[in-house]
Protein backbone atom coordinates (compact mmCIF):
# COMPACT_ATOMS: atom_id res chain seq x y z
CA UNK A 1 0.00 0.00 0.00
CA UNK A 2 1.16 3.43 -0.89
CA UNK A 3 1.37 6.20 2.03
CA UNK A 4 1.22 9.68 0.60
CA UNK A 5 0.40 12.72 1.13
CA UNK A 6 -13.00 -5.83 30.72
CA UNK A 7 -14.78 -4.27 28.47
CA UNK A 8 -16.02 -5.80 25.13
CA UNK A 9 -15.61 -3.46 22.25
CA UNK A 10 -16.78 -4.34 18.96
CA UNK A 11 -17.42 -2.66 16.23
CA UNK A 12 -21.19 -1.73 15.14
CA UNK A 13 -22.15 -4.39 12.44
CA UNK A 14 -20.44 -7.65 13.39
CA UNK A 15 -20.47 -10.11 10.54
CA UNK A 16 -21.19 -13.94 11.43
CA UNK A 17 -17.79 -14.44 10.01
CA UNK A 18 -14.95 -12.84 9.85
CA UNK A 19 -11.71 -12.91 7.12
CA UNK A 20 -9.13 -13.23 9.96
CA UNK A 21 -9.72 -13.61 13.59
CA UNK A 22 -6.60 -13.42 16.00
CA UNK A 23 -8.02 -15.12 18.38
CA UNK A 24 -7.17 -14.96 22.23
CA UNK A 25 -4.10 -12.81 22.35
CA UNK A 26 -2.97 -10.07 24.73
CA UNK A 27 -3.69 -7.02 22.97
CA UNK A 28 -1.28 -4.06 23.38
CA UNK A 29 -2.54 -0.75 21.77
CA UNK A 30 -0.40 2.20 23.15
CA UNK A 31 -2.44 4.91 21.54
CA UNK A 32 -5.43 4.07 23.83
CA UNK A 33 -4.12 2.16 26.87
CA UNK A 34 -6.03 -1.27 25.91
CA UNK A 35 -3.90 -4.43 27.38
CA UNK A 36 -6.22 -6.93 27.69
CA UNK A 37 -6.81 -10.77 26.10
CA UNK A 38 -9.23 -9.89 23.34
CA UNK A 39 -10.46 -11.69 19.80
CA UNK A 40 -9.40 -9.04 16.92
CA UNK A 41 -11.93 -9.39 13.74
CA UNK A 42 -10.84 -8.51 10.58
CA UNK A 43 -12.50 -8.06 7.34
CA UNK A 44 -11.43 -6.19 4.02
CA UNK A 45 -8.08 -5.34 5.52
CA UNK A 46 -9.94 -3.27 8.48
CA UNK A 47 -10.10 -4.12 11.96
CA UNK A 48 -13.54 -4.42 12.69
CA UNK A 49 -14.27 -6.08 15.98
CA UNK A 50 -12.02 -6.38 19.37
CA UNK A 51 -13.94 -8.38 21.52
CA UNK A 52 -14.17 -10.08 24.78
CA UNK A 53 -16.27 -12.81 23.17
CA UNK A 54 -15.08 -15.36 20.61
CA UNK A 55 -15.44 -14.46 16.82
CA UNK A 56 -15.63 -16.69 13.65
CA UNK A 57 -13.39 -16.35 11.53
CA UNK A 58 -12.47 -18.07 7.67
CA UNK A 59 -8.88 -18.41 8.91
CA UNK A 60 -8.03 -18.04 13.05
CA UNK A 61 -4.68 -17.07 13.92
CA UNK A 62 -4.22 -18.20 17.43
CA UNK A 63 -2.51 -15.63 19.38
CA UNK A 64 -2.58 -18.06 22.55
CA UNK A 65 -0.10 -16.62 24.77
CA UNK A 66 1.08 -13.76 22.43
CA UNK A 67 1.64 -10.08 22.25
CA UNK A 68 -1.15 -8.85 19.27
CA UNK A 69 0.55 -4.96 18.48
CA UNK A 70 0.37 -2.40 16.05
CA UNK A 71 2.33 -3.37 13.27
CA UNK A 72 5.65 -1.38 12.94
CA UNK A 73 6.21 1.75 11.51
CA UNK A 74 9.88 2.76 10.78
CA UNK A 75 10.45 6.29 9.74
CA UNK A 76 14.21 5.58 8.55
CA UNK A 77 14.78 3.26 5.98
CA UNK A 78 17.40 3.74 2.96
CA UNK A 79 15.78 2.20 -0.29
CA UNK A 80 16.71 4.64 -3.19
CA UNK A 81 16.23 2.43 -6.21
CA UNK A 82 14.53 -0.72 -6.51
CA UNK A 83 12.48 -2.88 -3.70
CA UNK A 84 15.54 -5.86 -2.51
CA UNK A 85 12.51 -8.60 -1.74
CA UNK A 86 15.45 -10.34 0.62
CA UNK A 87 15.19 -6.91 2.51
CA UNK A 88 11.30 -7.02 2.58
CA UNK A 89 11.33 -10.20 3.88
CA UNK A 90 13.83 -9.31 6.93
CA UNK A 91 11.50 -6.35 7.83
CA UNK A 92 8.29 -7.81 8.37
CA UNK A 93 10.19 -10.73 10.00
CA UNK A 94 11.41 -8.17 12.28
CA UNK A 95 7.30 -7.04 12.99
CA UNK A 96 7.83 -3.90 10.32
CA UNK A 97 4.40 -3.00 8.41
CA UNK A 98 5.32 0.41 6.99
CA UNK A 99 9.09 1.05 5.51
CA UNK A 100 9.35 4.80 4.58
CA UNK A 101 12.36 6.19 3.02
CA UNK A 102 12.72 9.72 4.90
CA UNK A 103 16.35 10.78 5.23
CA UNK A 104 17.72 10.89 2.08
CA UNK A 105 14.89 10.08 0.11
CA UNK A 106 14.53 10.69 -3.97
CA UNK A 107 14.46 13.55 -6.26
CA UNK A 108 12.03 11.81 -8.72
CA UNK A 109 8.55 10.84 -6.87
CA UNK A 110 6.75 9.27 -9.00
CA UNK A 111 9.68 6.88 -10.38
CA UNK A 112 10.45 5.86 -7.07
CA UNK A 113 6.89 4.99 -6.65
CA UNK A 114 6.10 3.64 -9.80
CA UNK A 115 9.21 0.88 -9.20
CA UNK A 116 7.29 -0.39 -6.10
CA UNK A 117 3.55 -0.19 -7.17
CA UNK A 118 2.24 -3.99 -6.38
CA UNK A 119 5.50 -5.33 -5.35
CA UNK A 120 6.25 -4.62 -1.98
CA UNK A 121 5.30 -6.61 1.41
CA UNK A 122 4.80 -3.01 3.37
CA UNK A 123 3.11 0.21 3.12
CA UNK A 124 6.04 2.51 1.58
CA UNK A 125 6.41 5.48 1.28
CA UNK A 126 9.35 9.00 0.20
CA UNK A 127 10.50 11.85 0.77
CA UNK A 128 11.70 14.74 -1.56
CA UNK A 129 15.20 15.11 -0.66
CA UNK A 130 17.25 17.91 -0.44
CA UNK A 131 20.81 15.58 -0.98
CA UNK A 132 19.10 13.84 -4.05
CA UNK A 133 18.17 16.94 -5.18
CA UNK A 134 20.89 19.39 -4.77
CA UNK A 135 23.06 16.70 -6.58
CA UNK A 136 20.48 16.74 -9.68
CA UNK A 137 20.77 20.30 -9.86
CA UNK A 138 24.11 20.34 -9.26
CA UNK A 139 25.08 17.49 -11.14
CA UNK A 140 27.05 15.37 -8.88
CA UNK A 141 28.51 12.24 -9.76
CA UNK A 142 27.82 10.71 -6.68
CA UNK A 143 26.23 7.75 -5.96
CA UNK A 144 23.10 7.85 -3.51
CA UNK A 145 25.37 10.43 -1.50
CA UNK A 146 27.54 13.53 -2.95
CA UNK A 147 30.86 13.07 -3.70
CA UNK A 148 31.02 16.49 -5.95
CA UNK A 149 29.90 19.94 -6.18
CA UNK A 150 26.64 19.09 -4.06
CA UNK A 151 29.64 17.98 -1.55
CA UNK A 152 31.94 20.57 -1.51
CA UNK A 153 30.37 24.30 -2.80
CA UNK A 154 27.47 26.89 -1.77
CA UNK A 155 24.83 26.76 -4.58
CA UNK A 156 24.59 29.17 -6.70
CA UNK A 157 20.74 31.75 -6.40
CA UNK A 158 19.82 30.61 -9.85
CA UNK A 159 20.40 26.81 -8.48
CA UNK A 160 18.55 27.54 -4.94
CA UNK A 161 15.57 28.70 -6.82
CA UNK A 162 15.77 25.38 -8.62
CA UNK A 163 16.33 23.16 -5.44
CA UNK A 164 13.61 24.44 -4.36
CA UNK A 165 11.31 24.32 -6.72
CA UNK A 166 11.71 20.84 -7.43
CA UNK A 167 10.93 20.19 -3.44
CA UNK A 168 7.76 21.72 -4.03
CA UNK A 169 7.05 19.45 -7.34
CA UNK A 170 7.70 16.73 -4.82
CA UNK A 171 5.48 17.56 -2.36
CA UNK A 172 3.03 17.81 -4.88
CA UNK A 173 3.38 14.33 -6.44
CA UNK A 174 3.18 12.90 -3.08
CA UNK A 175 6.41 12.90 -1.13
CA UNK A 176 5.84 11.97 2.39
CA UNK A 177 8.21 14.56 3.53
CA UNK A 178 11.50 16.76 3.13
CA UNK A 179 14.85 14.89 3.69
CA UNK A 180 18.24 16.49 4.61
CA UNK A 181 21.42 15.84 5.13
CA UNK A 182 23.51 18.61 6.64
CA UNK A 183 26.20 16.85 7.05
CA UNK A 184 26.24 15.31 3.39
CA UNK A 185 25.69 18.67 1.93
CA UNK A 186 28.63 21.07 4.32
CA UNK A 187 28.19 23.98 1.72
CA UNK A 188 25.00 24.46 1.44
CA UNK A 189 23.74 27.96 3.28
CA UNK A 190 21.77 28.94 5.27
CA UNK A 191 19.54 30.64 2.90
CA UNK A 192 19.32 27.74 1.11
CA UNK A 193 18.04 25.13 3.54
CA UNK A 194 15.58 27.74 4.96
CA UNK A 195 14.23 27.98 1.43
CA UNK A 196 13.73 24.10 1.57
CA UNK A 197 12.04 24.02 4.88
CA UNK A 198 9.67 26.75 3.92
CA UNK A 199 8.71 24.46 1.20
CA UNK A 200 8.04 21.70 3.58
CA UNK A 201 6.08 24.30 5.68
CA UNK A 202 3.57 25.33 2.82
CA UNK A 203 3.17 21.77 2.38
CA UNK A 204 1.95 20.65 6.23
CA UNK A 205 5.42 18.40 5.94
CA UNK A 206 7.97 17.45 8.11
CA UNK A 207 11.55 17.84 7.44
CA UNK A 208 13.74 14.66 8.32
CA UNK A 209 17.30 16.14 9.18
CA UNK A 210 20.57 14.51 9.46
CA UNK A 211 22.36 17.07 11.99
CA UNK A 212 25.84 18.18 10.82
CA UNK A 213 28.69 16.30 12.65
CA UNK A 214 31.20 18.63 15.22
CA UNK A 215 29.46 19.51 17.96
CA UNK A 216 26.16 17.89 18.07
CA UNK A 217 24.46 20.47 20.40
CA UNK A 218 25.64 23.26 18.50
CA UNK A 219 24.19 20.93 15.39
CA UNK A 220 20.89 20.80 17.08
CA UNK A 221 20.24 24.08 17.70
CA UNK A 222 21.17 25.25 14.22
CA UNK A 223 18.70 22.96 12.55
CA UNK A 224 15.53 23.77 15.57
CA UNK A 225 16.57 27.12 14.96
CA UNK A 226 16.04 26.86 11.02
CA UNK A 227 12.75 24.99 11.66
CA UNK A 228 11.24 27.84 13.92
CA UNK A 229 12.14 30.46 11.62
CA UNK A 230 10.71 28.31 8.22
CA UNK A 231 8.14 27.02 10.64
CA UNK A 232 8.04 23.56 9.58
CA UNK A 233 8.10 20.22 11.84
CA UNK A 234 11.25 18.83 12.53
CA UNK A 235 12.30 15.23 12.97
CA UNK A 236 15.86 14.68 14.02
CA UNK A 237 17.41 11.15 12.58
CA UNK A 238 19.34 8.63 14.56
CA UNK A 239 19.93 10.94 17.79
CA UNK A 240 22.25 8.63 19.46
CA UNK A 241 24.29 8.61 16.48
CA UNK A 242 24.46 12.40 15.73
CA UNK A 243 24.92 12.80 19.26
CA UNK A 244 27.41 10.38 20.27
CA UNK A 245 28.28 11.05 23.91
CA UNK A 246 26.26 14.40 24.09
CA UNK A 247 23.10 12.57 23.37
CA UNK A 248 21.41 13.67 26.54
CA UNK A 249 22.48 16.88 25.99
CA UNK A 250 21.66 16.81 22.50
CA UNK A 251 17.80 15.44 24.07
CA UNK A 252 17.80 17.73 26.56
CA UNK A 253 17.67 20.37 23.70
CA UNK A 254 15.13 19.00 21.81
CA UNK A 255 12.75 18.56 24.94
CA UNK A 256 13.57 21.88 25.77
CA UNK A 257 12.66 23.34 22.40
CA UNK A 258 8.91 21.47 22.42
CA UNK A 259 8.75 23.51 25.87
CA UNK A 260 8.58 26.75 23.91
CA UNK A 261 6.19 25.25 21.16
CA UNK A 262 8.46 23.88 18.70
CA UNK A 263 7.10 21.03 17.08
CA UNK A 264 10.35 18.75 17.07
CA UNK A 265 10.42 15.00 17.81
CA UNK A 266 13.64 12.72 17.20
CA UNK A 267 14.37 8.89 16.82
CA UNK A 268 17.03 6.45 17.70
CA UNK A 269 18.52 2.41 16.66
CA UNK A 270 19.64 0.15 18.94
CA UNK A 271 23.14 -0.47 18.07
CA UNK A 272 26.41 1.13 19.18
CA UNK A 273 27.96 1.35 15.13
CA UNK A 274 26.54 3.34 12.18
CA UNK A 275 27.04 2.70 8.94
CA UNK A 276 27.40 4.98 5.60
CA UNK A 277 29.46 5.69 2.38
CA UNK A 278 32.96 6.24 2.78
CA UNK A 279 33.50 8.57 0.08
CA UNK A 280 30.80 11.03 1.36
CA UNK A 281 31.80 14.67 3.16
CA UNK A 282 31.37 12.68 6.02
CA UNK A 283 34.50 11.78 6.50
CA UNK A 284 36.10 15.31 4.83
CA UNK A 285 39.55 16.06 6.44
CA UNK A 286 39.93 11.77 7.17
CA UNK A 287 43.46 13.01 6.82
CA UNK A 288 43.93 14.81 9.93
CA UNK A 289 42.46 12.05 12.39
CA UNK A 290 44.64 9.92 14.83
CA UNK A 291 45.79 6.67 13.55
CA UNK A 292 43.98 4.91 16.78
CA UNK A 293 40.81 6.08 15.02
CA UNK A 294 40.74 3.86 11.95
CA UNK A 295 40.70 1.07 14.25
CA UNK A 296 37.00 1.71 14.63
CA UNK A 297 35.93 1.50 10.94
CA UNK A 298 34.79 -1.73 9.85
CA UNK A 299 34.87 -2.41 5.74
CA UNK A 300 31.29 -4.61 5.70
CA UNK A 301 32.26 -6.37 2.09
CA UNK A 302 35.68 -8.55 4.04
CA UNK A 303 34.92 -7.90 7.52
CA UNK A 304 37.90 -5.69 8.25
CA UNK A 305 38.62 -3.20 10.45
CA UNK A 306 40.77 -0.93 8.76
CA UNK A 307 43.90 1.65 8.98
CA UNK A 308 44.44 4.88 7.72
CA UNK A 309 46.05 2.77 4.35
CA UNK A 310 42.92 0.83 3.93
CA UNK A 311 40.69 3.92 4.87
CA UNK A 312 42.44 5.95 2.08
CA UNK A 313 42.22 2.95 -0.75
CA UNK A 314 38.29 2.12 0.25
CA UNK A 315 37.55 6.04 0.16
CA UNK A 316 39.06 6.47 -3.36
CA UNK A 317 37.19 3.21 -4.47
CA UNK A 318 33.38 4.02 -2.47
CA UNK A 319 31.35 1.81 -0.67
CA UNK A 320 29.44 1.06 2.72
CA UNK A 321 31.91 1.49 5.94
CA UNK A 322 30.16 0.70 9.60
CA UNK A 323 31.92 3.19 12.34
CA UNK A 324 31.90 1.83 16.11
CA UNK A 325 31.26 5.14 17.67
CA UNK A 326 29.03 4.78 20.86
CA UNK A 327 28.51 3.03 23.95
CA UNK A 328 25.98 0.65 25.03
CA UNK A 329 25.45 3.10 27.97
CA UNK A 330 24.38 5.99 25.44
CA UNK A 331 22.17 3.80 23.33
CA UNK A 332 20.15 2.57 25.87
CA UNK A 333 19.86 5.70 27.41
CA UNK A 334 18.51 7.05 24.29
CA UNK A 335 15.95 4.32 23.75
CA UNK A 336 14.87 4.74 27.60
CA UNK A 337 14.04 8.24 26.91
CA UNK A 338 10.20 9.34 26.30
CA UNK A 339 10.91 11.23 23.25
CA UNK A 340 12.57 8.79 21.12
CA UNK A 341 10.91 6.94 18.81
CA UNK A 342 12.36 3.69 17.22
CA UNK A 343 13.85 4.08 13.39
CA UNK A 344 16.63 1.29 11.62
CA UNK A 345 18.39 3.73 9.47
CA UNK A 346 18.77 -0.08 7.65
CA UNK A 347 19.62 -0.45 3.97
CA UNK A 348 18.88 -2.44 0.73
CA UNK A 349 22.28 -4.32 0.94
CA UNK A 350 22.33 -5.69 4.29
CA UNK A 351 25.20 -5.18 6.08
CA UNK A 352 24.52 -3.95 9.18
CA UNK A 353 22.17 -5.63 11.65
CA UNK A 354 19.66 -3.18 11.83
CA UNK A 355 18.20 -3.81 8.68
CA UNK A 356 16.96 -7.09 10.30
CA UNK A 357 16.70 -6.63 13.47
CA UNK A 358 16.14 -3.29 14.89
CA UNK A 359 12.57 -3.82 16.49
CA UNK A 360 13.18 -7.50 18.04
CA UNK A 361 16.45 -5.80 19.54
CA UNK A 362 14.42 -3.52 21.70
CA UNK A 363 11.27 -5.90 22.24
CA UNK A 364 14.13 -8.98 23.21
CA UNK A 365 17.07 -7.47 24.74
CA UNK A 366 16.07 -4.26 26.18
CA UNK A 367 12.62 -5.13 27.57
CA UNK A 368 13.58 -7.99 29.29
CA UNK A 369 16.59 -5.93 30.33
CA UNK A 370 14.13 -3.55 32.17
CA UNK A 371 15.73 -0.58 29.85
CA UNK A 372 12.01 0.42 28.76
CA UNK A 373 8.44 -1.38 29.41
CA UNK A 374 7.01 -3.27 26.94
CA UNK A 375 4.41 -0.74 26.19
CA UNK A 376 6.02 2.01 25.93
CA UNK A 377 8.67 0.46 23.36
CA UNK A 378 5.93 -0.36 21.60
CA UNK A 379 4.67 3.21 21.24
CA UNK A 380 7.66 4.52 20.10
CA UNK A 381 7.35 2.14 16.84
CA UNK A 382 3.78 2.38 16.44
CA UNK A 383 1.51 5.30 17.67
CA UNK A 384 4.35 8.15 17.90
CA UNK A 385 5.58 7.30 14.20
CA UNK A 386 1.91 7.36 13.28
CA UNK A 387 1.13 10.82 14.89
CA UNK A 388 4.65 12.69 12.95
CA UNK A 389 3.22 11.92 10.08
CA UNK A 390 -0.88 12.64 10.22
CA UNK A 391 -0.74 15.92 9.73
CA UNK A 392 1.01 15.82 6.17
CA UNK A 393 -0.42 12.06 5.58
CA UNK A 394 -4.09 11.54 6.90
CA UNK A 395 -3.89 7.56 5.88
CA UNK A 396 -1.83 7.20 8.92
CA UNK A 397 -4.19 8.16 10.79
CA UNK A 398 -5.35 4.55 10.62
CA UNK A 399 -2.06 3.19 11.20
CA UNK A 400 0.14 2.38 14.26
CA UNK A 401 -3.36 1.78 16.27
CA UNK A 402 -5.08 -1.77 17.10
CA UNK A 403 -8.62 0.20 16.74
CA UNK A 404 -11.82 -0.19 15.76
CA UNK A 405 -11.36 1.07 11.50
CA UNK A 406 -7.64 1.14 11.78
CA UNK A 407 -6.08 -0.90 9.02
CA UNK A 408 -5.28 -4.50 9.56
CA UNK A 409 -1.56 -4.15 9.93
CA UNK A 410 -0.39 -5.93 12.82
CA UNK A 411 2.24 -7.94 14.58
CA UNK A 412 1.98 -10.71 16.95
CA UNK A 413 4.95 -11.84 18.95
CA UNK A 414 6.04 -13.88 21.75
CA UNK A 415 7.41 -11.52 24.41
CA UNK A 416 9.77 -14.28 26.32
CA UNK A 417 11.44 -15.46 22.54
CA UNK A 418 11.61 -12.36 20.49
CA UNK A 419 15.34 -11.46 19.66
CA UNK A 420 17.14 -10.30 16.81
CA UNK A 421 19.87 -12.94 14.90
CA UNK A 422 21.49 -10.50 12.80
CA UNK A 423 24.88 -9.65 13.74
CA UNK A 424 27.73 -7.39 11.91
CA UNK A 425 29.31 -10.38 10.89
CA UNK A 426 25.84 -11.92 9.56
CA UNK A 427 23.65 -9.31 8.63
CA UNK A 428 20.96 -10.73 6.83
CA UNK A 429 19.86 -13.35 9.76
CA UNK A 430 16.01 -12.94 10.91
CA UNK A 431 14.61 -11.79 13.99
CA UNK A 432 12.87 -14.90 15.65
CA UNK A 433 9.88 -14.60 18.06
CA UNK A 434 7.51 -13.05 15.78
CA UNK A 435 4.51 -15.42 14.77
CA UNK A 436 1.95 -13.32 12.78
CA UNK A 437 2.73 -10.48 10.61
CA UNK A 438 -0.39 -8.97 8.84
CA UNK A 439 -0.45 -5.73 6.33
CA UNK A 440 -3.95 -4.35 5.09
CA UNK A 441 -5.26 -7.61 6.51
CA UNK A 442 -3.32 -9.78 4.32
CA UNK A 443 -0.52 -12.40 6.19
CA UNK A 444 2.87 -11.61 5.32
CA UNK A 445 3.94 -13.91 8.31
CA UNK A 446 2.71 -17.03 9.59
CA UNK A 447 4.12 -19.38 11.84
CA UNK A 448 7.02 -17.46 11.98
CA UNK A 449 8.00 -18.05 8.69
Not at 308 to 324: D, L, N, V
Amino acid sequence: MLIAGGLCVVEGFQPDTYDVVIAGGRVIDPASGLDEVRHVGISDGVIRAISAQRLNGRTTLDASGLVVAPGFIDLHQHAPRTINPAVDKLKVMDGVTTALELEVGTDDIDRWYDAREGKSLLNYGVSIGHIPTRMAVMKDPGDFLPSGPAAHRAARAGEIADIAGRIERGLSRGAVAVGFGFAYTPEAARAELVDAFKAAARAGASAHVHMRGGDPVASANEVIGIATEAGAPLHIVHVQSSGGAQTARVLSVVSDARGRGVDVTTEMYPYIAGQTRIESALFDGWESYPDDRFKNYLWPATGERLTRETFAKYRKIGGSIIMFSNTEEVVRGAAAHPLTMIASDGGQAPTHPRTAGTYSHVLGPYVRDGVLTLTDALRKMTIMPAQRLERRVPSMQRKGRVQLGADADVTVFDPQRIADQSTYEQAARSSTGIKYVLVNGVAVVRDGR
